[in-house]
Every structure is written in C-alpha cells, then in structure tokens.
C-alpha cells in the first residue's frame, strides 16, 4: 500500500538516469541514512564526520566484505536537506549492474526503496519549501506530472492500455450485471452467478498471467539481459567470455546456479547488463567431451534472452552449425562469424539471408571488431525494450506491482466463490480488482491522491 | 397581499411529504416549537407514486431511519399488506426488505401521528417567500400574507414546485396528483441567489382490479417468515393476511402502438425539457433505448385494502390518454381493464444539491435547509432520509448546536447526502447498493447497532429503547463468548450432520465460533450438536453469524474506512481562498469554489478534479500546518 505522508521510514532510490552515464547516483533520505550507509562503505565512519562532506572508500557486501565499487559519498545532515531529513549519496561509476548492486545492499541493510517522487514529497510534507516556494514548485510539480502521464501513456501505447481496458471491460460487465441484480432483484436481467463471477476472474488472472512474463523482460533492465554463449567447440567462445569478463566494468559474482560448478557473471557492455550464463560450461565445454557440452549449452539457451552464437567463419558450415542455427532460431541472437583474421570463407550477407538475424564478423583473437559487436548487443537490448510492437510489455516496477495486486485480488474471487461466499460479497474482490487495473490506465486514482500525484512524478526526485 | 405576523416558531417545515413529516417530528421530538406547513392537508405523506416502501438500498435507509428515532418504518409498520424480503439467496449486505403499503391508511397514519405529537403544528397553507434578512433566513409568508417566524425553516417542496403535468399533448401546471403547485417561492428562490434546475419524473397509470384477469398473471406473495422495518415493531405483529402483487408482460404488439405514437410523447416531442431517471425510465423510453427486447415486466400492485385501485408498475407513461389506454389492453391480464387514472409525467425544479452542505443548509442563505426530492433526489426513503437529517440540523441551529452529519461508513444517508453535495447530480438521483463503497458495513440487519447512539444522543430514542439496545449488543458480545468457549467434537453424529448438509468432514476438535465460519453451519445447528443455548434472539444469532462468517471482508473494509478517515481528518479551513492558491487547474478552482469542499476526503471525491490539483490543495493546506511547526 502507498505510504502515508506521516510515514517516514528511510528511502533510497537510483536518482540519475539508468543508462550509460559516467557517474551514477543512489540516494538515500531519512533517519537511519547515514547509519546504513555506514555499514556498506569502507573508508571514513560516515557516523562521525561533519554534515556537508563528501569522502573517499569503497562500496562493500558486508556480508562477503566483496568490493562493489569505489565511491564518494556524500553525508547530509538534516535539516539543511533537500528532504529536511538525513541524506546520503552514494556517486558511483555508473553502469546498471554496479548502481542496483549498491542500491539492493542498501535495502538489504534496512532502507525501502522510494515510491516514484518520494524525495520530493518529503521535502514538501516537511515544510523544505515555504509557501511562494511550494507555489512555484507546484507549477513545475504540475507540468512535470503533465508529463509523467504523457509518459506513462506513451509506455502504455503499445497495446499494454488496450489489454489492460479490455481486462477492466470484461470485469466491469459481469460487475454491472451483478449490481443490477442487485438494486433490481425483480427484474428479468441474468441472474449472474457467482461462478460466473469466477471463471471471469480466472480469464483475467490468464490474461494478468501472460503480462506479467513480459515484466521479465522489463526487469532485465535491473536484473541484466541473459546471454548465453554457444557454439562449437574451439571456436572461441572462452576467449569472448574472457574478452567480456576482463574488461574494466566487469563484476564478477559467484551466485551459485543449478549445478555445483555453474557460474553466472554479470558484465556490463556499452552499459547494457548481461547476465552471462553458465560460464563454467563455457570453459568446460571447449576442451570436453561434447555430450556434456550439448547438454549444458542446451541448459543455458533454455535460460537465455540473448543468444552469441558462434561460427568458425573461416570454414565452410557443418552439421554442427546448422543445428545450433535451428536450436537457436527462436530466441533474439547475433550470429558471431570468428576468426576473421584467418579469412572469409562465409559471407554475412548468407549468413543474415539463411537465419535472419543480426550477423557480425570478428577476430576475438585479435580484438578485431568487437566494438562492432558491443554496439550491436546495445542496439539489440533497446530495440527490444522499446520497440516491441508485436509483444506488449509492462515495464515497469509500478504496472507489474499492480497486475500482481490485481491478480491476487482476482484469486480471492476465485476462492471466495469456491467457499461458497455470497456473490455480493466476493464481489467486494472483483470490484478492487477493477479499481487496481484502472490504477495502471489512470482510469481510476486510488484514495490517497497526494501519494499518486507524486507516483507520477519521476523516480527519486 | 397585507401580510400579518402571526406565531412564532423555532422550526418552520414547508411540505410534509416523506421528507417534510420527518423533518417537522424530529424538531418537535427534540423539544422545539414546530410549524408544518403543506398544501393540502390530504397529502401528508401521500404516496403520488409507488405504494411501495424499501427495496435495496432504499429499505436499509428506512431502518437508519428507525434506528435515528425517525416515523417512517414505524408508518409502513403499520399500514403494510405485503412484506417481502428481497434479494434473499445473496449475501446479507444486499438483502432487502420491501413492503406494499395500504397508501390511505399510510397517509392517515403519519397525518394522526404529527396532529398528536406534542410541540407540533400541522397547517395548510401555500409559502411564497422566505424571509430572509442579512443572508439568515428567519420565516416564511404565505399566500394567504401570514408571516411566520422561526429560527430556522426547512425546505420540502417535493415535485411541487412549479410542477408541471404531461399527459400527451396535453400539459398544465399542478404539483404531484393534481395539487397546487408552488410558483412563487421558486420566483423568489431564484431571486435569492439559488440556482434551480427542471427535473422530471413520471408515474404509471392505475387500473380498477375488478377489471384484471389476475390468472393471465403470475403472483407474487409475500413473506411467512415475520419481518419488518422498525426495531420496535415486534415479530408478533406479523400481518398475517397479506395482499399479492402480480405480474406480466408488455408484448410486440404494446411496443408497436408505442413506437407508432412516439411523436403523441412529450418526452420526444420536446415538450418536457426536464432530465429523467435513467434508473426508472418511462415505458416509451424502455422501448425505444431496448428496441432488441420484446417484452418488459410490469407489477400490478394493490393499493390499498379499501380501493379497487391497482398501480401498473414499470408502465410510466405521458402518452395521451386514449394511447395508453390502447397500450394497457395489449398486456395480458388487462384486455379488459378499466383505467382509473392516467400515467403522466411531471417537471419541476430542483435546487442544484451542491449549494448544500452536510447538514443540508444552504450555503448562501443561513438557517435555511432544503430536503427530499427538490433537492434533487427520487423515492420516498431517500427523501424521508434526507427530511430527517435537515429536521435534525434545523433543531440543532435553532438551539445554536453544532450540526449533525453521517459519513459515507456510517449510512446509506450519508452517502446520498455526501453524493448530493458533493457530485450533485444531472438526474433524480436514486440510491443504489453500488453507490456504497462499504455496502458490507451499512447493512440493513445493523443499522440499529451503527446509528442508534446517535438517535439516544439526539433524543430521538427514548432512554428505554436505549436499553434495550445496549442488552442487545450485550447479548451478541455474550453469545460470541460463548461460541468461542464451545468445541465441537468429531463425533459420528456431527461427521453425519456435516455430510448432510454438504460440507467436509471435521478431521479434529474445534471450537464453535471456528466451526460456524463453514458457509453452510448456523448457529441453530450448533445448538443442536452440543445442547447449549447460544441465545433466545433470533436477531442475535444473524449478527453473530455474519460477523463471524465475513470476518476477513468486513475487516478488509474497516481498512478501507481507516484510510477514508485519514483523509477526513484533514479539513479544510472554511474561509480557504481557492484564488490564492497558485497552480491550480481553472476547472478545479471552480469546482472547489462552487462545492467548498470540508475535508481532503470530500475533495477527492468531486468529479474532474485531477490529482495534481488535489495535491496542490492538499500541500497548501499542509504548509499552513508545517509552517507553524517550523518556527
């Protein structure tokens, strides 16, 4: 449930835009700020030095006492905040995979993370800003929100406001059917049923189902894009990996995956996050029996929502090629032609007309062409973000929280009606389901209005 | 006209129908000096419509009403012919008690009970003017040039004012059936500064029941089990020989000399410039906006045990007189029926709600309230609703009291009135079930337990009917207790019990209060399995089981009431400049000017006022808070 304005737990949000950039910033506002900012930072006690200060250390995992990056950071003691409350900046070095790193060790170590505009809403709700202030502010406040909703619709645009409308029409008729049998109990309407009530619910919970997967894909943008690196052996797929993995930005982290020795390694390419998956089978596959081999790269391409398939491209295609070109032919992939260097025997043109992917050359040996290639994993990364106009996306945080909310809201229909509960009354579910979804469209604002003025404002502050 | 000064009163009601005779007892039964004054003395409580009272929504209204120390349920407990419990195989936030009402007898009844309360004038006479002095209003004047003086006066001029009958081609001014309409206090509220708007509403025509072949009909009888409106009213009362309602259809051959006749309506012909209710539209209308059905229901409902008069529900009609009559003998069980009077239509003017506040005064003119169906509204219950709580506020003013409202969690009342003056409304507004956001909360099986302090506080409910109240709840507290020390063993005889009614079988011990949350286990049945009492009173045992049995929806909605409360309590102060509050969106000034919101709740809940504008309002309200904190 959205916060109350007298709730003031301490919050903390990314406050630059994800993406690229050369710093990035994770803010933190409220009363424990400086104390759980102290618990991840190597470098001077953050508790002891003056307000107004910026220092010098490092970014740790308390748990493992990993580095995550070196930082400044930044220690402001309230009142004289933005938020009149204690603020803590953490300036790291950008990157989505370093500055959601630190911002989850921070909600690990006790800060929630900020509603969409919350820092704002702070510094208004503690009387940061007077009166002419607040009355100027508020002029920005408004175009500001003007624009947030123009932006919120533009994300809805392709096909998600559609969905969701047609998800709330289809509640709102059986809801309407239900009302007036109710005011009208006399009069020839259907009678609906509770279980009519249900299997409506079980059709939208279906419909949020299937949105709700393409929220995955929207949390790559925090999570990282899978990428799986296949091909055959000798081909150069461990020296790709260690190209990715010893560059500057890599961060290497030892999740543990399904199998003992699987590692996921997170690297970050022209800022876009890739999740690389299975990188032991990576290695163990380049010197090991093949059906072993086959059966992790098969694991991993399960896994993955991008697909580096490499081609020796200076032989002529095998049988081996061709299969892993079929395997992969469902998933977003870039059909990597190696070993340039020792001459072309496969032609990108054929090879873009044979399986309709992207297609690129490169001597990974050589380091020949790689920039080539980190430019187009980014351009494959964006396009799917943005352009999917064939799939409907929810993208953010905010759209799938709801869909879920309004999921479960649909699920206590289904079992109210299965414990017999009066069709009036499990109706109480399947009406705030309706109201949930009309919260995504903006067709219906919640209560707390001041809360989603300030939702629509951008993130942070 | 000489005007004369005649008495003087605390309280002037004006009209005495549904909402004006709650209005004027309330006053009189708070102790103030009352003067009601109507018409025509042979409307007092007239029914021009329906003789009908309750329905969804509507019914639960007549028990706030009750339970408010109001006359209405007690009236229609005493003049039924038919009670019947509606909406019975739902849940118990949407069942509704209905009555058929002998309409003479109802209107005697209230007439005998104002001519005997004591502190309260019943009078004919027709008001023309308000006398209003410095923006308070301080009596009336009559057309006969008596002034009247009073603290505070009560508006409840019905479809009278400037009323305006449409039967066909032919139109005439006239209130509700043929009575005097009021014209000139219309011309002088308009001159006051009120805003007033044409409404309209309709009515069926009534057949002779000597003239119905009732076996063409399909009956509808009324309850065995004994049910009724008041608290007070005791089962033992229970009418035993009820009157039947029937009914039957409309047909192609009915929408055909409609549809050929359409231009012969005023409703389509552009005579009647009112807006109608969408909710209770008029026969020609149904056929027109419904072409694809080919038949509607009609109720035949008896008027009275001492008139042949049926009233032909759901046939509301302004088709001249000859047409309906046509009409009528194509529905099977009135070939041959004999029209007593005609259906007609009737435009009149309303005050547009918003110039209301809570406790239904005037915003521009004060000690002035306005109540019923000028305010607006449609159906005797809301009206008498609304009457109460005017007559209540009037009494208050007049003693200098701070005023009395109901929130939208605490009555049906108080989401009319809230929707009244807060939304206003572009049609009669009609109350329904789904207007309610906490329709499980305001039920009519709990409107004693929600609102009868309030009427003991008012001095409404005798200290007697107080008590009896309190051992109530005490019982239910009692019998809850008692549920939970219970356990109900997996004995043979309860795993049959259970089998027989359907539900699974108990695989151990528990207690009774836990077992009873089994949709289909009462608690008669656990007195049965374990030879304890759990009470005597059958109306005990429905509490206790519905708030066991909706524990986790009734508590899912008291959250919701928590959060309304929150943004209830922040008020907005009364002489709030909306012009000095820069930001704010032209249409949402206006809005905020025009209904004056109370409260941030209030605020949210005006129609096109966007977020940014309430967040606006509600940072500017909040600085004023902060900026004293700050120093």
């Known amino acids: 449930m959205a916060q109350t304005l007298t709730e003031f737990d301490t919050i903390a949000a990314i406050s630059t835009p994800i993406g690229e950039g050369g710093i990035s910033i994770v803010r933190m506002s409220g009363e424990d700020a400086v104390k759980i900012a102290n618990k991840v930072f190597k470098g001077a006690d953050l508790t002891k030095v003056p307000t107004h200060t910026i220092h010098y250390g490092h970014i740790i995992d308390p748990e493992t006492d990993k580095t995550i990056d070196e930082s400044m950071v930044t220690v402001l003691r309230a009142p004289k905040t933005f938020t009149r409350e204690d603020i803590v900046e953490i300036n790291c070095h950008g990157g989505i995979v370093v500055t959601n790193h630190i911002l989850q060790l921070l909600l690990a170590n006790g800060a929630r993370m900020a509603d969409p505009g919350e820092f704002t809403k702070r510094a208004f709700v503690n009387g940061r800003i007077d009166l002419t202030q607040a009355e100027s502010v508020m002029d920005i406040v408004r175009a500001k929100t003007d624009k947030a909703r123009q932006v919120a619709v533009g994300q809805l645009a392709g096909g998600l406001l559609e969905k969701i409308r047609a998800m709330r029409k289809e509640i709102l008729d059986t809801l309407a059917n239900v009302e007036v049998n109710i005011d009208y109990p006399e009069y020839d309407a259907d009678q609906i049923t509770a279980k009519q009530m249900a299997d409506t619910s079980k059709d939208v919970i279906a419909k949020i189902d299937k949105l709700l997967k393409t929220a995955q894909e929207g949390t790559i943008l925090r999570n990282g894009l899978a990428t799986a690196i296949v091909g055959q052996p000798n081909v150069g797929k461990s020296s790709l990996l260690n190209y990715l993995t010893q560059s500057d930005k890599a961060i290497v982290t030892d999740v543990a995956g399904t199998t003992r020795d699987t590692l996921e390694e997170y690297v970050s390419v022209n800022g876009v996050p890739l999740k690389l998956i299975d990188t032991a089978g990576i290695h163990h596959t380049e010197d090991k029996v093949e059906k072993i081999g086959v059966e992790r790269s098969q694991k991993a391409l399960k896994q993955a929502d991008l697909v580096l398939l490499l081609i020796d491209g200076s032989q002529d295609l095998n049988d081996e090629d061709k299969a892993l070109i079929k395997e992969t032919a469902d998933k977003k992939r870039i059909i990597i032609l190696n070993k340039m260097d020792l001459g072309q025997k496969l032609s990108i043109e054929d090879m873009k007309k044979l399986t309709g992917s992207e297609v690129i050359s490169t001597s990974i040996l050589k380091e020949e062409n790689l920039d080539a290639l980190a430019d187009l994993i980014k351009k494959l990364f964006f396009a799917g973000i943005e352009n999917s106009n064939d799939q409907v996306m929810v993208t953010n945080q905010r759209q799938s929280g709801l869909l879920a909310k309004a999921k479960k809201q649909l699920q206590d229909v289904v079992k109210a009606v299965d414990d017999e509960v009066p069709v009036d009354i499990a109706q109480i579910d399947f009406n705030d389901a309706w109201d949930t979804l009309g919260e995504i469209t903006g067709d219906s604002a919640p209560d707390e209005l001041i809360n989603t003025l300030f939702s629509q404002f951008c993130l942070g502050k | ?631």
């Open chain 2, 1 to 631: 006209m000489k005007v004369y000064d005649t008495n003087e009163y605390d309280v002037i009601v004006v009209g005495a129908g549904h909402a004006g005779c709650e209005a004027a007892l309330a006053s009189a039964h708070m102790g103030l000096k009352t003067l009601v004054l109507t018409i025509g003395l042979d409307m007092v409580a007239f029914m021009p419509c329906n003789p009908s009272v309750g329905g969804p929504a509507k019914g639960t209204v007549v028990r706030e009403i009750d339970a408010l120390g109001g006359q209405m349920g007690k009236n229609i407990d005493a003049t039924y012919i038919q009670m019947r419990m509606l909406n019975t195989g739902k849940g118990p936030a949407v069942r509704a008690l209905r009555a058929q009402a002998d309409k003479n007898k109802y209107h005697e009844r209230m007439k005998d009970t104002i001519e005997n309360t004591p502190n309260l004038t019943l009078r004919q006479a027709v008001v023309d003017q308000l006398v209003v002095e410095d923006g308070v209003c301080k009596g009336v004047i009559t057309n006969t040039g008596a002034r009247y003086h009073a603290k505070s006066v009560v508006l409840t001029t019905g479809t009278a004012a400037r009323g305006r009958i449409f039967i066909g081609e032919l139109n005439y001014s006239s209130g509700p059936n043929n009575t005097i309409p009021a014209i000139k206090l219309s011309e002088n509220l308009e001159k006051l500064g009120f805003k007033l708007r044409r409404f309209k509403t309709g009515t069926p025509p009534r057949v002779n029941g000597n003239t119905i072949d009732f076996s063409k009909t399909e009956e509808e009888p009324g309850d065995k089990i004994p049910r009724h409106f008041s608290y007070e009213t005791r089962d033992a009362d229970y009418l035993k020989d009820q009157v039947s309602c029937w009914m039957t259809y409309t047909n192609p051959v009915t929408h055909e000399i409609i549809n050929d006749n359409l231009d012969r309506s005023p409703m389509f012909s552009g005579d009647i410039v009112g807006v109608g209710p969408r909710y209770c539209p008029s026969i020609e209308t149904k056929v027109v906006r419904f072409a694809d059905k080919n038949r509607h229901q009609l109720f035949l409902e008896p008027e009275g045990l001492n008139t042949k008069e049926y009233y032909v529900g759901d046939f509301s009609t302004s088709m001249p007189e000859e047409v309906q009559l046509r009409m009528l003998h194509t529905v099977a069980g009135l070939e041959h029926a004999e029209m007593m009077r005609p259906g007609y239509a009737i435009e009149y003017d309303v005050i547009d709600p918003w110039q209301l506040t809570h406790t239904l005064e005037t915003k521009n003119i004060k000690n002035l309230f306005a109540a019923g169906q000028m305010n607006g509204t449609s159906g005797y219950e809301e009206a008498a609703g609304q009457g109460l709580i005017a007559g209540i506020n009037a009494a208050l003013r007049a003693q200098g009291k701070p005023g009395f409202t109901l929130g939208r969690d605490e009555a049906y009342i108080g989401v009319l009135i809230d929707d009244l003056v807060t939304k206003g409304t572009n049609e009669p507004y009609r109350l329904l079930t789904s207007r309610a956001e906490y329709r499980l909360i305001l039920r009519h099986d709990n409107a004693d337990l929600r609102l009868t302090p309030y009427g003991h506080k008012l001095g409404l409910i005798s200290d007697e009917r107080y008590e009896k109240f309190e051992e109530k709840k005490k019982a239910i507290e009692e019998a809850k207790e008692k549920l939970a020390s219970i356990t109900i063993h997996p004995t043979d005889e309860v795993q049959e019990f259970l089998r027989n009614i359907g539900e699974d079988k108990l695989s151990a011990g528990l207690k009774a209060d836990v077992f009873l949350r089994r949709p289909r286990v009462k608690i008669d049945d656990i007195e049965k399995i374990t030879g304890e009492k759990i009470s005597d009173d059958r109306y005990v045992k429905e509490q206790v089981e519905i708030n066991i049995k909706y524990a986790g929806y009734i508590k899912k909605e008291q959250v919701r009431i928590d959060r309304l409360h929150r943004q209830e309590a922040k008020k907005i102060p009364e002489d709030i400049d909306y012009n000095a509050i820069e930001g704010l969106a032209t249409e949402a000034r206006q809005k905020f000017e025009k209904i004056r919101p109370e409260t941030l709740a209030q605020a949210e809940r005006i129609s096109g006022v966007n977020p940014a504008d309430l967040a606006i309002l509600s940072v500017y309200i909040q600085n004023g808070r902060y900026s004293k904190v700050k120093k």
